[in-house]
């Protein structure tokens, strides 16, 4: 069985999915733009069109070393101190999708707010939103549960930060195009970090 560091960057993941799935049951918002799903899906498998679903979607495009924390004295990634592991960053596209007028900016406004309202996340908040998933038998597939258990597993997370990387029309423009879906309203995160050491 896969250790806990070798599932720590799709904990993250599963995390982050998790706070936008309990937000939206938290203040009801299918009241307002109907039944919503939460997805970490690359984006041209998402249905879109006249079919199109309230629905956000997480999406991890970049990985990129933490050089700020490689970097400290005493940190357990890389360096001269003899440690094994390494700090990383990972980099979402948030997306909004629905059919029906301002469905997608509803949900896109709402997603961005939670994000700058839990910004910060403890190892210890890490573990019981683990853990609650865990207890709650983690939907889905033998990789969610598998997910859900690390929470039992060795300590590989610190405190993580969500922080938006605004990127220019240009950029972003780029980045549909690579992963050749239909644009829909998007913003972009960075999330530091996550240290995955070896077993």
């Known amino acids: ?93 948030l997306s909004a999708y629905g059919a029906q007028d301002l469905q997608q900016e509803v949900l896109l406004g709402y997603a961005v707010q939670v994000f700058r309202e839990a910004a910060h996340f403890s190892e210890e908040r890490i573990r019981a939103t683990l853990a609650a998933m865990s207890q709650n038998g983690a939907a889905g597939s033998r990789i969610a549960r598998a997910v859900a258990g690390a929470a039992e597993g060795p300590a590989w997370v610190g405190n993580i930060e969500v922080v938006p990387e605004f990127q220019s029309m240009e950029d972003v423009s780029k980045l549909w195009s690579a992963l050749q879906a239909r644009y829909r309203p998007s913003v972009t995160y960075k999330v530091s970090m996550v240290v995955i050491d070896a077993d």
């Open 1 to 93: 069985m896969a250790g806990g560091s070798s599932l720590a960057i799709a904990t993250c993941t599963a995390v982050l999915k998790d706070l936008l799935d309990n937000r939206i049951v938290q203040r009801d918002i299918a009241s307002i733009v109907g039944d919503v799903i939460v997805t970490a899906l690359p984006p041209d498998r998402i249905q879109v069109g006249s079919e199109e679903r309230p629905q956000l979607n997480l999406f991890l495009y970049r990985v990129t070393p933490n050089t700020r924390w490689r970097g400290e004295p005493g940190g357990r990634a890389g360096g001269t101190n003899g440690a094994s592991g390494i700090a990383l960053d990972l980099h979402y596209l």
